[in-house]
């Protein structure tokens, strides 16, 4: 992430949007179950509201300076903060309920990252859990906003066959200003 990707996600704005739009359009009609996974929690915009709808949520972040600041910051017992790689999960087969990404997919560095995160979330879901990911995808403005920063922007055209092919099943896509989010369940 730039120093503007940061100031930007970590800003009482964009926790406040988060909290009040973002999430319950994410996850509206989900249920979480009891241990949730977010992936690329980063500044935790997300971390403690999802706090509040899981009893248990593991945030891995991959940039360990992030990491270790919301580790400090986030002082609850039903939270684990995990410095670690999306694409290679620290996790047994089976560990969680649901996991959440967002805006983090397209920080990965190509295209077979991505994929392989998506096999990985496969691995760490338990039959019937869910995967939500909320992303952007190719457009001037984000790759403005990306300068000195990964920028793979995943095509939402081709998102849901992907996910098909990582073995997740009952794919949705939904575009909403100038963003989309996914939903796929592990089939039990």
């Known amino acids: 992430m730039n120093s503007f990707e940061k100031w930007c996600c970590g800003s009482a704005l964009w926790r406040y949007l988060t909290r009040g739009q973002l999430l319950p359009w994410m996850l509206r009609d989900s ?8 992936l690329g929690a980063g500044p935790g915009a997300a971390t403690i509201e999802l706090a509040h709808r899981a009893p ?11 990491a270790l600041k919301l580790r400090r910051r986030v002082n609850l017992s039903s939270v684990t903060v995990i410095q670690g790689d999306a694409a290679a999960l620290p ?10 990404s967002i805006l983090m997919l397209h920080h990965l560095k190509s ?13 760490v879901l338990r039959p019937g859990g869910i995967f939500l990911a909320f992303d ?12 000195k920063s ?6 939402p055209s081709t998102a849901p066959q992907r996910l ?3 073995g997740l099943s ?3 896509m939904e575009s909403r200003s100038g963003a989309f989010l996914l939903r796929a369940v592990l089939p039990e």
Not at 31 to 38: C, P
Not at 111 to 123: G, H, M, S
């Open 150 to 155: 990964t920028f793979v922007p995943m095509d």
């Open 31 to 38: 249920h979480l179950g009891d241990h949730l996974l977010e």
């Open 164 to 166: 098909l092919g990582a």
């Open 56 to 66: 248990r949520v593991t945030s891995l972040e991959y940039d360990h300076a992030l």
């Open 91 to 100: 996790f047994p087969d089976g560990t969680f309920s649901s996991v959440i």
């Open 170 to 172: 009952h794919v949705r």
């Open 111 to 123: 295209i077979e990252l991505q994929d392989r995160t998506f096999a990985e979330v496969r691995r």
């Open 136 to 147: 952007i995808p190719d457009g001037w403005i984000h790759r403005v906003s990306h300068i």
